[in-house]
């Protein structure tokens, strides 16, 4: 019984999906009802997860650790997962024949990423972000219109399936060294062996699986061809619920290493530069603004990966605290993207002209969001970015940290021309007005709230990736 | 220094929420009920008037030392504390911070476009500003120092003149930049410190290597002086002030540019004072150059903002003078200039602003004569250019005396360049002067009414600012000393 409660959120999620393969075999699809039941499984699921946030314990064989670390990635997770689901009442991008396949994948994904954050076995791992991976991969070509939006559908499955057979080849390659598939294991072994060149370089090779998901530079150029490529609500799930997943898996990957290995701290130092760097410069000329904030989560990568390689509990927790922040924020962004193109149409920046006359609450959740991602003060992002950098301090990166200052100044300029839009822009032509429905105006004040209450008040929160990160080891 | 009295009621607390909660109250009125907003403002910006006040006739200045102390562990696992207090530097701050919100309330008056917004994002800018000011916790400085920074960006995009975008992106990225060096030194400093505290005065005491200290000074330096306009970082400063409404100008001019001088010396001066005697004679340099070089440039502008705009980059140069001496008058001098130099240039913008608003040109050449049409409004910004120059009986007489002094003390070349440059600046502010306000009456301008005494109240209220600190400059100077003197022994 106890067992069962540790599988509770998975269990559920599964029950989720299985529903909606049924509803997918019916005939006449009923766009309307699945929607309400999509709403009604995730909001069920986000209080399971809730509930067994404090659960501890080993599942099968020992393959699957459920701890404080697993179970508040497992509740971001639902939580995103319910705000794209909400977000979904329209789903014009796609098919009314699919919707149903559309939540399914949904559920799928949401339950392989929990299972990832869970799974303390390199071969589970694999399977599950996997099953992950292809969910994602049927996902993203499932939008209706062009031709080329099947393209990037095909560089995404390109780029991930070659990340993953690296990834495997890294798997092997730490079995080799390492006698073992258990992550605790590795962790027992692998600092002594770490100035191996073959530790090294499959610690590195199976991290690629994660950089790829997390959009990481060189593994990166998937990533603004889907997002444009995607219709916006699987753009919104993949930047904000897959992301939590990577920088967890990240985490947990940098944490076998021990903490003594200065050859991957060279190398994440290297990535996390280039992934600022990369992505904040590109992004500066870009006119559509899902591609805009897939050059800007190349970015974050980077500012996730400051707090990641100090390899100590405090730059865990750093990362942590980065990444709920960066779930608040960035969906914030993308409800506003889903909410002004309701009709499914990638959004030009340009169009958000005049948004603060159209919807003022709107355009006030956007502004926050968008100086959440630049990280000014008094939102989660700073304060997000403030820890990370102080982790990356302690451990005496002083370079390091003014280059991620740097890059937040430039980002500060792309980030303003899509606020300039919003309230300074006359619009060229008469727009559609924004229809806000009452579940968007309540999300906007919460996020506003939230993202200010990170902000100001970090204490409890950080007290808890706190306690999360030392339970890792 | 470390004399804390716990005040029973949190005043300085308060403060801060008089604009914060000014805030929220104007997002929840209706932005058609202009008339409203404009009360609420004026309102939460004289209660806020009131407690400073009270705030400077409370402060010992005998006792010296920092005073209603607030202090409240914030987060624990790194160190920051909500840590608030007045000593003698930052209490002619708030001071001169809430007059001039005051009277930039005030003067803003008649605008009409979108004014449930800019009040609030004024606000917000004032919030930031005082927050810098009380906080003696470094995590809060910066917070705060950026929070005052954004709301420049809509408030000169939005509402601005002359190249308005332009100058509120680069503006913007100026000094967002700047705080790329200052928080990375503010981390630097906090990891070098054991990496327990951001307590300003608890990292006072550990006592930094001579290393530590001169690379963090220099961050700091650079970081803050982009927002103090020191030479050659100043170039955002003309261009941001020429396309910022009235107001803005003056609480960016007046109050903002503070908040560089004033994060060098809280910060950069407090923690790393061999840091600040190693760089010395960089920030003299800087700043005499700062001096002559505002004075120069000011000579060729033809726009009455842009002259504003030069003179502050001159008159922040002799607060960057100041601190760079080191010494017990040079440092009064400069906090003494930065509070009497805020009082003058929210003058200087308001009158300005006035002038535009009305002739809806601010290009000298064609103003011509003004002083014949409208008598009160000339006599305003002739007043301001006046204190500009220090003339004996302004407040800036004594701010720039005591500077000057000890300047020529301690780096003679400087302070006689420095002296030179006071002259070339009483130059241009003439010149100035003569054209716009004396000479041929313009004839395009002979039926606009002047000021109206409503509008004239927050300028006059500037002018006894002045007035009266210059008369009584004792006033303000014991309050600075009683900090400044136990200061100085570090360095």
Redesign the interface.
């Known amino acids: 019984m106890t067992d069962f409660m540790l599988f509770l959120p998975e269990l559920f999620f599964i029950l989720g999906a299985l529903l909606f393969f049924i509803f997918s075999l019916r005939k006449t699809p009923n766009p309307a009802g699945y929607h309400r039941w999509a709403v009604v499984l995730a909001a069920a699921g986000l209080l399971v997860t809730v509930a067994s946030s404090h659960q501890e314990g080993m599942l099968f064989f020992n393959c699957y650790r459920v701890d404080l670390f697993s179970q508040v990635f497992k509740v971001l997770m639902a939580l995103g997962t319910i705000w794209v689901i909400f977000s979904s009442g329209e789903l014009k991008g796609i098919d009314t024949r699919q919707h149903a396949e559309y939540y399914f994948l949904i559920f799928v994904c949401t339950l392989a990423m929990m299972m990832l954050v869970s799974s303390v076995e390199l071969l589970t791992i694999y399977v599950s972000i996997e099953l992950s991976s292809y969910s994602l991969y049927l996902l993203v070509p499932m939008r209706r219109g062009e031709e080329r939006y099947f393209e990037c559908g095909i560089k995404y499955f390109m780029i991930g399936v070659t990340a993953s057979g690296l990834m495997l080849f890294g798997i092997s390659l730490l079995f080799g060294v390492g006698h073992t598939t258990y992550v605790p294991q590795l962790i027992k072994v692998l600092p002594t062996v770490i100035s191996q060149p073959a530790a090294i370089v499959g610690l590195v090779l199976a991290l690629a699986g994660f950089f790829f998901k997390l959009a990481v530079f060189p593994f990166h150029i998937w990533a603004p061809d889907v997002y444009q490529g995607a219709c916006n609500q699987v753009t919104t799930y993949i930047a904000t619920v897959s992301k939590m997943a990577a920088a967890a898996m990240i985490i947990r990957f940098a944490g076998i290493s021990g903490g003594a290995s200065p050859a991957m701290i060279k190398l994440l130092i290297v990535l996390s530069i280039a992934s600022m760097t990369f992505g904040n410069l590109v992004a500066l000329i870009q006119k559509d603004i899902k591609r805009l904030l897939a050059y800007s989560s190349i970015a974050h990568a980077g500012y996730i990966l400051i707090g990641i390689l100090t390899l100590n509990s ?1 730059g865990y ?1 750093a990362a942590m605290y980065y990444a709920a922040a960066y779930l608040i924020m960035n969906y914030s962004v993308f409800m506003v993207i889903m909410k002004v193109a309701d009709d499914g149409h990638n959004l030009q920046i340009k169009e958000l002209a005049g948004l ?1 006359k159209r919807s003022p609450l709107l355009a006030m959740t956007l502004m926050l969001g968008l ?1 959440g991602l630049a990280g ?3 939102t989660a992002g ?1 304060t997000g970015k ?2 990370v ?2 982790a990356a ?2 451990k ?1 990166y ?1 370079y390091l ?2 280059i991620g ?2 890059n ?2 430039i980002s ?2 792309y980030y ?1 021309i899509v ?2 839009a919003a ?2 822009l006359k619009p060229v032509k008469e727009y559609p007005p924004v229809r806000v429905d009452f579940w968007t105006q309540f999300m906007s004040f919460a996020l506003v709230i939230m993202s200010i209450y990170l902000g100001v008040f ?2 409890r929160f ?2 808890l990736t ?1 306690a999360a990160a030392r339970s890792l080891f | 220094m470390t004399a804390m009295n716990m005040a029973g009621f949190p005043i300085l607390t308060t403060i801060l929420m008089t604009t914060i909660v000014g805030l929220l109250v104007i997002i929840f009125i209706p932005p058609e009920k202009t008339k409203l907003i404009k009360q609420v403002s004026l309102a939460s910006a004289s209660l806020g008037l009131v407690l400073c006040l009270w705030l400077y006739h409370a402060y010992d200045f005998q006792k010296g030392g920092l005073q209603f102390v607030e202090r409240v562990l ?5 160190g920051i504390y909500w840590f608030n207090g007045v000593d003698g530097i930052n209490l002619p701050m708030m001071l001169l911070t809430s007059v001039v919100l005051f009277t930039g309330v005030w003067t803003m008056w008649e605008l009409e476009h979108r004014v449930k ?1 800019f009040f609030a994002l004024m606000f917000l800018l004032v919030a930031g500003v005082y927050g810098v000011f009380m906080s003696m916790d470094l ?1 809060w400085i ?3 120092y ?2 005052s920074l ?1 709301p420049m ?2 408030l000169i ?2 509402w601005g003149g002359t190249r308005k ?1 332009y100058g509120a ?1 680069k503006l ?2 100026y000094l ?2 700047g ?3 200052i ?2 030194a503010i ?2 400093l ?2 070098k410190g054991g ?1 327990h505290t951001f307590d300003l005065f608890m990292l006072q005491k550990i006592g930094f290597t001579p290393y530590v200290q001169n ?1 963090a000074f220099l961050m700091l330096y650079l970081g803050f002086g982009i927002l103090a306009a020191v030479w050659p970082f100043h170039t955002w400063s003309p261009v941001g002030h020429v396309a910022a409404p009235t107001a803005v100008s003056m609480i960016h001019a007046g109050v903002l540019m503070k908040l560089g001088a004033y994060g060098v010396l809280r910060i950069g001066m407090t923690l790393c004072p061999q840091g600040a005697v190693y760089w010395s004679h960089l920030m003299a340099l800087l700043g005499t150059i700062g001096i002559i070089y505002g004075a120069i440039a000011g000579l060729g502008q033809t726009d009455l903002k842009y002259v504003i705009g030069y003179s502050s980059v001159s008159h922040m140069g002799i607060v960057g003078l100041g601190l760079a001496t080191l010494s017990v008058n040079g440092i009064n001098g400069a906090v003494f200039q930065m509070f009497a130099h805020g009082i003058m240039t929210a003058l200087f913008f308001s009158s300005v602003g006035f002038i535009y608003d009305r002739t809806h040109t601010k290009i000298i050449p064609e103003l011509g004569g003004l002083s014949k049409t409208m008598p009160v409004a000339s006599s305003f910004f002739i007043f301001a250019a006046l204190a500009g120059i220090g003339v004996p009986l302004m407040a800036s007489f004594w701010a720039e005396l005591l500077v000057l002094t000890a300047a020529v003390k301690a780096f003679p070349v400087a302070g006689i360049l420095a002296c030179m440059g006071m002259i070339l600046s009483a130059l241009f502010m003439l010149r100035v002067v003569q054209r716009t306000f004396y000479g041929e009456k313009n004839p395009r301008w002979e039926h606009i009414p002047d000021v109206s005494k409503f509008l004239a109240v927050p300028r006059v209220i500037l002018m006894s600012c002045i007035l009266f600190f210059g008369l009584f400059p004792k006033v303000m100077l014991d309050v600075i000393q009683s900090t400044v003197i136990p200061f100085v022994t570090r360095f």
């Open positions: 405090q927790a603060h100086f000014i003060p008094p700073f403030f820890l950098f102080a301090l302690g005496g002083l940290v003014i200052m740097v937040a100044t500060l300029y303003l606020f300039k309230y300074l970090p204490d950080l007290s706190e | 914030w987060v624990k696992s790194i917004e995590f910066f917070v705060w950026d929070v954004f960006y809509p995009a939005i975008e992106m913007t990225l967002l930049a705080s790329a060096f928080l990375p981390l630097f906090w990891a990496g690379v």
